[in-house]
């Protein structure tokens, strides 16, 4: 069993930055391949980035490309997502999910393990 965690969420102006964290604790997570998604009230979860187990390349959405990144500390076991220029319209939970097979994935129904989620509100 995967347990993860994020923090680093908070309230934030716009064009601020912010960086979550997603701490892995369990065997071989640190193998996983990473996701993090967002939703807000009313709508599906997203997509907004992930890094590979395997060979740790990296994955973004359109609206993420060139302001976020995503990177890993595997001695920590600990996936990065740090946030920059932030909008009002980047205002939403935030989930880390893993997937064991450490391959490329980018939909939710590939990730098996999901976080509880850190709030990310950005003011205007």
């Known amino acids: 069993q995967v347990q993860l965690v994020e923090s680093g969420g908070g309230l934030v102006q716009a064009g601020g930055s912010l960086r979550l964290s997603c701490a892995a604790s369990?065997?071989?997570?640190?193998?996983?391949?990473i996701g993090w998604f967002r939703q807000t009230p009313g709508k599906e979860r997203e997509f907004v980035a992930s890094?590979?187990?395997?060979?740790?390349?990296?994955y973004y959405k359109d609206f993420a490309r060139g302001r976020f990144t995503i990177s890993r500390d595997n001695a920590k076991n600990t996936v990065y997502l740090q946030m920059n220029s932030l909008k009002p319209e980047d205002t939403a939970v935030y989930y880390c999910?893993?997937?064991?097979?450490?391959?490329?994935?980018?939909?939710?129904?590939?990730?098996?393990?999901w976080g509880q989620g850190t709030q990310v509100t950005v003011s205007s």
């Open positions: 999910a893993g997937d064991p097979t450490g391959t490329i994935a980018t939909m939710k129904s590939e990730f098996r393990y």
């Open positions: 890094i590979s187990g395997i060979g740790s390349s990296t």
């Open positions: 369990g065997r071989a997570s640190s193998s996983y391949t």
